[in-house]
């Protein structure tokens, strides 16, 4: 087998039995799924007390039941999406849940919660990523857009390899964030635990400013809570991507689902317990000398030697491949919907490594264009963020309650699963109301105006298809038509007499005793009269000849002048002025064909076939069916390709075509 | 006819019979070929008065006698060129003199020479023109790109529109330049004569610095001369654009040769006796406070009222304009190298206005590449640029010379004619070794390279064509074989039943009795096996049956399970598999397809019928035809298709395709 670009890019390609071994279990399912998850953790704590340190150190002493407020609102989406999995272990995301148990209308909407919210997720994760990178690093801070895309095409190529060639590659960063952050939340709670809960810092943080601040109110503390609840997007990967992992699924998902909870909810607890006990505040981001949370906790607990840059260094590439979570979930998401026809056929197909490559492609795309409209810095999209995630949350969650209610009703379930989705959807439903409130004016009202565009998008995509149907469909259940058709008739573009127009007249005769063969002047002039004159000879002398003394009827050369240099026009009327009424009649018209298979072979034609086959397929009507005769200007050995698209070797002895 | 915006950009389709009025005449001429010659009237004195600054008064005495080098030298070109256009009427560029008289080598040479100046006249044309625009209006200067490429779009869309069109569209600009800048020369020359050639300006020049400065020598007056010999470039302009001129053609060329080379003399004798009479000099341009030799020239004459805006925007627009007469000369060059060969074919196709649509595009997109890789400034390529016009004059004048020595030993032609040509041969040679020395270190040398490169490639395209019409004219002048195939067979590609695939292998069994229609299961699964079972018993119903009871052989349905996901592949092994080896043998792939003439009905569709039809025309073998059965979703009004592609109205009624 040569060599190929594709195969060095993305691999072999993947037969369907090898399915299975494309699939995730918990190691490679955490990096896969987790990131967006776990790398919130850094980020989400840092949001809460952004918002609290208008209120100075007052704030400060509420972070910590904010961050029981989410923790428990972690563990009821853990206990609910775990029953998610095991209630639908094909594929149980939110679209499925919400369109099966709430209807199309709730499916649909929960869909384009979650595309938005991955797409989102993609910009602002990379972009958050390399905002952290450029204000460690400043010297890289004139790249910012650059390395944005740098990483989006990354992060891109990886996945079109394979969702657990993601999992493989991104596991060091992950494992290493994982690690040593949890080293840090150990050893600095021990240090706490020692130190009467008022440690000594290695390396103190700033000093928090002693201004009494603003008063700590009910709706700072809401707003903080909204903030922090951030952390929480990407706990529903795992139920919306079930058919990544390999069986058995459910325990799989269900490991990596622990996993990830577990992880990002001690990680909370142990940040917002740190916080408190070593008094870190948020610092203002746009001010020089600013240092995050995470920061300023490493310092703190373990001082500035090299592990203060494993640590920060993981925390960096996490946050730069959150993305990874959409990767993995948009394109299964985009799959459902469009098997049902509300998205292009094309999402539904599995590429040469079994994952839907036009789905990452698009995100990645879509991605790109957020990039580069915000020059590689997507604050303000952050606001857009959670509320497409509890919105999917609260659908999914609903729809789960509606689910088991109707188990119950039908004799089967039980109230446990009923009450923890119950619950599960009454919580994820307010905090969804207070992001939505808290977050308005900041950009949540675009959500608000993106989503039922895209449901709408989605709707016309299906409207689309069965319309489509109802055209081929209706009426196709009859018996097929054995009669010959009532008239035959070809057609015959040529340019002028050789062995390819040759080969397209014999071919019109084998199909139709009734050829005609047009050759279209589009230019005047003495060199045109002479080649037409030429060419009348030539069939003459080689067509019309030979057919008279074989007593069959001679095909005819019509010479057309064409005062608007369209090959098209003329053809189309000669088709309109065939006698062709009857419904039998049937016209074909044979195209001579030179095919070049190099990727340069096109700029040497003028490719006038291709036009002609376009403009005649679309406006020639039903009767008419356009046959391409090839002529291969290079031998090609269909074994070759036969195995460029297959896995294995082409055979020894190749079985050239020209023969 | 309905509203298009082909229509609109580019006006309606021209017919054949239109041609003549397209053409050019002399008023018409002078701004569609002349503006780079007339342009260069205002930076050539600048630039020969650039190098003798280092010389500062000294050298400024020395611009009289240069200019009068370069006129003669102008004269001999326009005497040399005026015989060459009645020598040759159609098209007597450059390229077709050297080819027909010194050979396809040196044609091709000259081919190359001219088209990449012309390709560095559009950029460096339009560079200079917003160069000294941003410099005027210095507001303007972040912006210089994004006016280059508004500029070059521009350009482009006025000459896709026609070659007269541009001629109209930029005669304002030129005639206002051509007479601002006539007024001020003839009344500055008035004034300086009734001074006694030293007048008063109404505004100073800037003072010459006072210092001796380096001493003239040899070498810096050559470097001036070569210099001032970018006056000369778009002379030759003419002489290769006959062939857009009307009937009678040789007088209008003449006429506009005249009068672009009378104006050009008169312009540089003028500027060249203006800036000695008023010690005009020009200065650096990247220091702050430079005014053009023209500003000052203006400004010493008139002064600084609303006519001085007049003059120097006009001569702002001519240089931004100048980039036009490449427009009229690249498209109609390579349309005569595409003639013969040399070029891709599409060169040669005129486009709905008779204009050579692929050469403009082809020349507008080189040019923005050029811009956009030198981000709008381009100064570095003017050293480049003089080089290819003299060595095109040098070729052409070579050529027009070995004409005259032929014409006279075969008793016609005169004298004379050799002997002007002969010189401007030698001149121009002179003057070209000059260049290519002066600004040898500049870049010229990249022209010594990029040049034979650009004749390789040419002469790779003929040997193309050459390969591919030995492959298909060879031994095409046997007789039509009226034999029947020996064998035939028809393989339809399906993927369900409906009236489209009712409709294909109806198609297919009226062209052979030997039919299989192949169902390709990508992916396995329940869903696929209902699938496969209800295809299998609709085909064994609505086929088989009714094949059976008629007594015919009956379709078969293979369903192949592919592994790899490809349809090709098993579609290619089933006609390797076909025992179709006798010479007479006839393989037919009928592939149902449904047409959405929409332009986002493309991304509806997996367009897998694309595909196959491609692959299996580059890897089927010469066996092998592939007819499409379309479908059409929308009713098309061919009448309609036609309208568009010609001029007139669609017939009022219709003739629906669907019947």
Redesign the interface.
């Known amino acids: 087998m040569s060599f190929s670009w594709a195969k060095m890019f993305f691999g072999r390609?993947?037969?369907?039995?090898e399915a299975e071994e494309t699939k995730l279990g918990v190691f490679t399912g955490i990096p896969a799924m987790g990131l967006d998850g776990l790398g919130s953790a850094s980020y989400g704590p840092e949001a809460a007390l952004a918002i609290l340190a208008v209120a100075g150190a007052a704030g400060l002493g509420h972070v910590g039941p904010i961050i029981w407020v989410i923790l428990g609102l972690l563990a009821i989406l853990f206990l609910s999406y775990r029953q998610t999995i095991a209630a639908y272990p094909n594929n149980g995301g939110s679209y499925v849940v919400a369109k099966e148990n709430l209807g199309t209308g709730a499916g649909l909407a929960a869909a384009a919660a979650l595309m938005v919210d991955y797409v989102l997720n993609v910009a602002v994760g990379i972009s958050a990523g390399v905002g952290a990178l450029t204000s460690a690093i400043p010297s890289l801070h004139g790249y910012t857009l650059l390395l944005c895309l740098g990483i989006l095409v990354a992060i891109t190529l990886v996945n079109l390899r394979g969702t657990k060639e993601s999992g493989m590659a991104w596991s060091v960063p992950t494992y290493a964030f994982v690690g040593s952050l949890g080293f840090i939340v150990a050893w600095g709670s021990w240090k706490a635990f020692m130190g009467d809960g008022h440690p000594e810092p290695v390396i103190a943080p700033p000093a928090m400013s002693q201004e009494a601040g603003e008063a700590v109110t009910l709706w700072l503390l809401l707003r903080a809570f909204a903030s922090g609840c951030t952390a929480m997007t990407g706990v529903e990967a795992v139920s919306n991507g079930v058919s990544a992992f390999r069986e058995p699924t459910v325990k799989h998902a269900h490991q990596t689902l622990a996993a990830i909870c577990a992880i990002l909810g001690l990680l909370l607890l142990g940040i917002g317990y740190l916080a408190q006990s070593y008094s870190l505040m948020a610092m203002d981001q746009t001010k020089a000398g600013y240092q995050s949370v995470l920061s300023q906790l490493v310092g703190a607990v373990y001082g500035n030697g090299w592990f203060y840059y494993v640590a920060i260094g993981s925390v960096l590439c996490v946050l730069c491949l959150s993305a990874n979570t959409s990767f993995v979930g948009f394109p299964r998401l985009c799959r459902l919907v469009a098997a049902d026809g509300f998205l292009?056929?094309?999402f539904a197909?599995?590429g040469?490594r079994l994952v839907f490559s036009v789905g990452i492609l698009f995100l990645s795309a879509s991605a790109a264009a957020l990039l580069i409209a915000f020059g590689g810095i997507t604050d303000r999209l952050i606001p857009l963020f959670a509320v497409g995630a509890f919105l999917s949350f609260t659908l999914s969650q609903t729809g789960m309650a509606v689910h088991w209610r109707r188990a119950l009703r039908e004799g089967g379930g039980n109230r446990g699963h009923l009450a923890i989705n119950g619950i599960g959807a009454f919580v994820t439903a307010i905090a969804l109301a207070v992001i939505l409130v808290a977050k308005f004016e900041e950009g949540a009202w675009l959500t608000v105006l993106i989503m039922p565009l895209t449901v709408l998008l989605l709707r016309y995509?299906r409207r689309?298809?069965d319309?489509?149907d109802r055209?081929?469909?209706?009426?196709?259940?009859?018996?097929?038509?054995?009669r010959?058709?009532g008239h035959?008739v070809a057609i015959v573009p040529i340019k002028r007499?050789?062995?390819?127009?040759?080969?397209a007249?014999?071919?019109a005769?084998?199909?139709t005793p009734h050829v005609t063969a047009i050759n279209v002047t589009?230019?005047?002039g003495p060199d045109s009269v002479s080649r037409d004159a030429q060419l009348t000879d030539?069939w003459r002398?080689?067509?019309e000849?030979?057919?008279k003394r074989?007593g069959?009827e001679p095909p005819r050369l019509l010479i057309v002048k064409s005062?608007?240099?369209?090959v098209?026009?003329p053809l189309?009327?000669v088709?309109?002025d065939l006698d062709c009424?009857s419904p039998g009649c049937?016209i074909?018209v044979v195209l001579p064909?030179?095919?070049d298979?190099r990727w340069w072979g096109y700029?040497?034609?003028?490719n006038r076939e291709r036009r002609l086959?376009a403009?005649i397929?679309?406006?020639?009507?039903?009767?008419?069916?356009?046959?391409?005769?090839?002529?291969?200007?290079q031998e090609?050995?269909?074994?070759q390709?036969?195995a460029e698209?297959?896995?294995g070797e082409a055979p020894a002895s190749g079985?050239?075509?020209?023969?």
Chains 1, 2 share one sequence.
């Open positions: 390609p993947l037969a369907n039995r292009p056929r094309p197909v599995p040469r995509v689309y298809y319309g489509v055209q081929v469909l209706q009426g196709s259940h009859r018996e097929i038509d054995l010959g058709p035959s007499w050789d062995r390819l127009t040759r080969r007249v014999q071919y005769l084998r199909i589009q230019l005047e030539e002398n080689l067509v000849e030979p057919a074989a069959i005062e608007f240099r369209s098209v026009a189309l009327r088709i309109q009424a049937q074909t064909e030179l095919v298979g700029l040497m034609h003028t086959r403009r397929l679309r406006h020639g009507g039903l009767r008419v069916a356009i046959v391409s005769v090839p002529w291969q200007l090609s050995d269909p074994a390709a036969i698209e297959e896995e079985n050239p075509a020209r023969s």
